[in-house]
């Protein structure tokens, strides 16, 4: 079994930074992928980075795009979100992904094996 967990939320004022941490433990998938959605209150859960697990490929939502960044460091079997520039409508809980299926996009929540516990991002005005 795989399993996620969420480090690095909190609360930021607008135009902070933050760096959000998921580490996988267990069997990973090698030749899948690894993500970040976000959900806020009311809201459908929404796809907002995508990394290709053994390429690097990443993938954005155009709503992010510029602002995060995601990456992975193999030998600690963990992604990050690098999220700069924030802006109150980021505020959210923020779920790390892991899944099986490759395509050249960002994943979809129905391709989803794993899912973290989710961490609070509140951005402040």
């Known amino acids: 079994q795989v399993q996620l967990v969420e480090s690095g939320g909190g609360l930021v004022q607008a135009g902070g930074s933050l760096r959000l941490s998921c580490a996988a433990s267990g069997r990973t998938f090698s030749n899948g992928r690894m993500g970040w959605f976000r959900q806020a209150p009311g809201e459908e859960r929404e796809s907002v980075a995508a990394i290709d697990w053994s390429a690097g490929g990443t993938y954005y939502a155009d709503s992010v795009k510029g602002r995060f960044t995601i990456s992975r460091v193999k030998a600690k079997n963990t992604v990050y979100l690098q999220l700069n520039s924030l802006k109150p409508e980021d505020t959210a809980v923020y779920y790390c992904?892991?899944?099986?299926?490759?395509?050249?996009?960002?994943?979809?929540?129905?391709?989803?094996?794993?899912w973290g516990q989710g961490t609070q991002v509140t951005v402040s005005s």
């Open positions: 992904a892991a899944g099986r299926v490759f395509r050249f996009d960002l994943m979809r929540s129905e391709e989803v094996a794993y």
